[in-house]
T-cell receptor
Framework: AQKVTQAQTEISVVEKEDVTLDCVYETRDTTYYLFWYKQPPSGELVFLIRRNSFDEQNEISGRYSWNFQKSTSSFNFTITASQVVDSAVYFCALQSYNTDKLIFGTGTRLQVFP | NAGVTQTPKFQVLKTGQSMTLQCAQD?????MSWYRQDPGMGLRLIHY???????DQGEVPNGYNVSRSTTEDFPLRLLSAAPSQTSVYFC??????????????FGEGSWLTVV
């Protein structure tokens, strides 16, 4: 069975701190995709990144970076120098190679205080 | 958002009433789906469609009905609303470009309360 676990329910940090959101997944597929979405207080879901299971290179986009490790089935997300605008719920999701269905984790609520 | 439109944004229903959540996308995407979001449970797939005339059940389909008569539209019908269907509903769409892992784009959500 496929599963995504986000063990951190809520994280609070002070602005400018670095923060890492953990994501652990389970799948028997050899080809799959991993996603991160952001849900700000306004409620919409914002796509952040998609990662192919064959591409284990870490990715950096501005203050955001992602660490994909197949050996530990993890796809962690780090925000460097956090800002109040980063306050949101962040979802990690898993997708099999042959479907567009997403399996979501339960989300991590990040609160960044000034 | 990338062209997925949901209506209404907010709705209050009485138990037993029926209603339809509308979803339309203008990206010519083949794949469309409906998810519900409940506290502490993330998003769960209700129904999905891989193209006009084709629909299938997701993880939590009971109490919901869908149809896909056009590529653009994928309405979700609540047949007889129950308080357990109080949730936030998201419509999503994606292209069928399998080689790159299909990015799924979500609508802005519909907040439904059943009293």
């Amino acid at each position: 069975a496929q599963k995504v676990t986000q063990a951190q329910t809520e994280i609070s940090v002070v602005e400018k701190e670095d923060v890492t959101l953990d994501c652990v997944y389970e799948t028997r597929d050899t080809t799959y995709y991993l996603f991160w979405y952001k849900q700000p207080p306004s409620g919409e879901l914002v796509f952040l990144i998609r990662r192919n299971s064959f591409d284990e290179q870490n990715e950096i986009s501005g203050r955001y970076s992602w660490n994909f490790q197949k050996s530990t089935s993890s796809f962690n997300f780090t925000i460097t120098a956090s800002q109040v605008v980063d306050s949101a719920v962040y979802f990690c999701a898993l997708q099999s190679y042959n479907t567009d269905k997403l399996i979501f984790g339960t989300g991590t609520r990040l609160q960044v205080f000034p | 958002n990338a062209g997925v439109t949901q209506t209404p944004k907010f709705q209050v229903l009485k138990t037993g009433q029926s209603m339809t959540l509308q979803c339309a996308q203008d990206m010519n995407h083949e794949y469309m789906s409906w998810y519900r979001q409940d506290p502490g449970m993330g998003l769960r797939l209700i129904h999905y469609s891989v193209g006009a005339g084709i629909t299938d059940q997701g993880e939590v389909p009971n109490g919901y009905n869908v149809s896909r008569s056009t590529t653009e539209d994928f309405p979700l019908r609540l047949l007889s609303a129950a308080p357990s269907q109080t949730s936030v509903y998201f419509c999503a769409s994606s292209s069928a470009d399998r080689g790159y892992g299909n990015t799924i784009y979500f609508g802005e959500g519909s907040w439904l309360t059943v009293v």
